[in-house]
């Protein structure tokens, strides 16, 4: 059997780390490196970013995809997709990265750090009111497994967390709303709110005037999602007004920022080039293999992607 692996090797590792780590965890498993896909009716298996398949052949033996894509929207309705299941290839129980990411921010914001380094331009030393974890409400859009790590330890620091995502979920470790009924419901009660949505038909430019106005006056907003869940001119007009207090925007459209972007210098914003996480080779390896030995015992992708769901 044979994985090709697609751009991958550019952006994670390089073509002898990624055969190196396979060797050691699925020695019987024969790694190529696009564009030496050899005998595309051999590869049994497709590992991809961001992939062309106007120019990737038919695979007439494909098993499974995998993709370490951050949304599959660009491709999951190309007409030359393979017609086997796809996968997306994230760490088991979350990245640590991400969970210090979204922490790093909501501690920012909570303790109003933005201000602070203001006023030390300014050289004033001023002090503002201290709101104590169990008075803020952190509000989490999404609650799969990038989410669930960090508002846990949200949780355990004893803030107010809860989560608003697409279909009910039962014993869930925190407060959940769901369905487009329950988000006015949901952003009223939120004061940091972190997107890790998935881009969809339902959530792009979710954030907009229309649900800022929904949120609590002086509201603060993280989007680790995608560029397009947020409108940029609305979310500028919330936080001149002071709907919101601060922004902090790690994922954008597009990408690179332009530099004649306002969000770039608004003083309530912090733009971070899409920098929230790199997971290793390593643990992208260890997820291919785990799924490759349920494909082998019959049972399913550990993450596989719902094509008209969008994710």
């Not at 750090?113 to 169990?134: G, H």
């Not at 949901?186 to 792009?204: G, R, S, W, Y």
């Not at 649900?211 to 001119?233: Q, Y």
Request: aromatic share 8%.
């Amino acid at each position: 059997m044979a994985l090709l692996i697609v751009n991958l090797d550019k952006v994670i590792g390089d073509a002898d780390a990624w055969r190196a780590t396979f060797k050691a965890q699925l020695p019987d498993l024969e790694i190529r490196i696009w564009p030496d896909a050899g005998d595309p009716a051999e590869i049994e298996y497709l590992a991809f970013m961001r992939p062309d398949f106007d120019v990737l052949p038919a695979f007439p033996n494909l098993k499974a995809m995998f993709s370490r894509s951050a949304g599959v929207e660009p491709f999951i309705n190309h007409p030359n997709l393979p017609k086997a299941p796809l996968g997306k290839v994230e760490p088991s129980g979350g990245d640590p990265m991400m969970t210090e990411y979204v922490i790093m921010h909501v501690l920012r914001f909570h303790r109003d750090m933005p201000a602070y380094q203001t006023r030390q331009a300014k050289k004033e030393w001023v002090r503002t009111t201290i709101t104590r974890p169990d008075e803020r409400r952190i509000g989490f859009l999404g609650y799969g497994m990038m989410a669930k790590a960090p508002a846990l330890v949200l949780k355990s620091l004893e803030f107010n967390v809860s989560a608003w995502v697409r279909t009910p979920k039962e014993n869930a470790e925190v407060q959940i709303f769901h369905g487009a009924d329950q988000l006015e419901p949901f952003l009223n009660q939120t004061d940091i709110a972190v997107c890790l949505l998935p881009l969809t038909k339902e959530t792009e430019g979710i954030f907009c005037a229309r649900t800022f106005a929904m949120m609590p006056k002086g509201a603060m907003l993280i989007n680790v999602g995608r560029g397009k869940h947020v409108v940029d001119a609305d979310l500028i007009d919330a936080l001149d007004s002071g709907q919101l207090s601060y922004a902090a925007l790690d994922a954008l459209w597009p990408e690179p920022l332009p530099p004649e972007s306002p969000l770039w210098l608004h003083p309530k914003v912090t733009v971070m080039p899409h920098v929230a996480r790199r997971p290793t080779v390593a643990q992208l390896a260890t997820e291919i293999v785990a799924n490759i030995q349920r494909l082998d015992a019959g049972e399913t992708l550990l993450q596989e992607i719902d094509a008209a769901a969008g994710y």
